[in-house]
């Protein structure tokens, strides 16, 4: 029998402690790293050029991109207006990719240590938690989509799922069945927390194999039902003058946003890259992928209006009006894959990383990605989002408020201000070079108070549309592109205006054989902080 002591053990915290690893560069005393934070050791940098590729190509064919494109016509644009969009839109986001990526790819570290040279050491903290958050956020929006992959599979099985019968009320926006498929799908994502970083590529790889061909013969029966000159020739836009110029900025703002989340925190990937080179293949396969995406979603929606009098921006909608059983439960199916891939690559993982800074000495990436499976799918009750177009465009665009300036700073400070010349020790280090003032770099301080407010009033109006707010919401339609482009420049104007001397080196340092005599001048430099910080409190 097991004794009440044994069931009290498990409820202390010491029992939870990681097994503590020797980390490379964190102080001995106290947890500021684990064996998940450390630089990735070279035995472990497996990613290749192939893996990348599989990896954007899995990541592209989800069903949010779809959504994402077929949603534009839903609020009025025209394909010639949403192609375009997707395509610039990822062209930028590709570039800041490859910029953020090239960072993770040289140093081996993730999103959340890597920050804290821009942020400071305490306020990257900040960044972290905005960042964990929207993980769990987007996780539960693919969860939900996922759950009606899972409903659809189950109806082509079982017809009469159809009729089972609502005991939740109109206002939860989600009937019993839907619960019930939310739950099943839930259970399938739980047992793909177990699987590693290094081993995860070759479930990308084959979802890249599976799920593109299935989307494409999707394409291909659309236009045999309705030729193109039929359904994708007729759409034309509804909209005009500054009404469809600032829809299209904002189809363009969630193009960038849909993504935005990994161009952060990218180096949580690289970091696994064999060289530097291997993750340049984003900046074609990012572009090409999701924009040929976009043209499935967009082509399909167009003939689904012809066949069915409606925009069936949600494939899953245009799935449940097909009669033949096999090819829907084959189709929800491939949609199911899609989403399990994504709820991983761009979610899971990111969102684990994160907590591993946050909470060095309990969680590791595999307890990180157990737990955001645990409270993003229920705790953000993602059908409230996302149930209609204009809601799903809106969550979209709301998120890029914080993420534009996050990427801005990261690509400013690496390659503007200290053009790659970075102290990767130091940035384990509470009380060393990247400490600024008190763990807060001003300059990243003031960049965000400068670019987060004025996409504010947009924010909360979209989320309550009876706010009104005038023209104020006109910059949150491109909230991304303002916070990145502005957060660069004033970034990179305080740095060098008002420059932090002591994060200066004059080349890499990327451990600490190679520190030379900056190692003790790193120590001296951590003194000197305790020491100033004790002479201002007295």
Known sequence: MVSANSY?????PSTWALEREPSSFAPSRGWWSNKDMDPVPSRKRTWTTLNYLAYWVSDAWNAAVWQLASSMLAIGLSWRQALPAIAVGHVIIAAVMVLNGTIGARLHISFPVLNRSSFGFWFSYFSVVSRMVLSMFWLGIQAYTGSQCVYQMLKAIWPS??????????EAHITTSGIMCYFLYWLILIPLMFVSPQKIRWFFLFKALVVPPAWIAILIWSVVKVPISQGLLQQHSHLSGSALSYAWLSALNSALGIYATVAVNIPDFTRYAKNERAQYIQLLVIPITFTLVGFIGIAVTSAGEVLYGAVLWNPLSLIDHWDNRATAFFAAFTFALAQLGTNISA????????MTALFPKYINIRRGQIITAIIGPWAFVPWEIVTTAQGFLSFMNGYTVFLGPFAG??????????????DVPSMYQPHGRYRYTYGFNWRAVLTMLLTVPPNMPGLIASVNPAVHVGRAIKVFRFAWLFGFFVSVTIYSFLSLVFPAKETFVDQL????SHEGSD??????????SIEDEVRSVS
């Open 8 to 12: 009290l053990a498990w409820a202390r």
């Open 161 to 170: 799922i159809a009729r089972l019968p609502n005991h939740l009320p109109p």
């Open 347 to 354: 979610n899971t993982l990111s969102a684990a990383n994160d």
């Open 409 to 422: 700073m990261m690509v400013a400070d690496y390659w503007i201000v200290h053009r790659g010349r970075v």
């Open 509 to 512: 340092i990327i451990d600490k």
């Open 519 to 528: 190692a003790d001048d790193s120590s001296r430099t951590e003194k000197r």
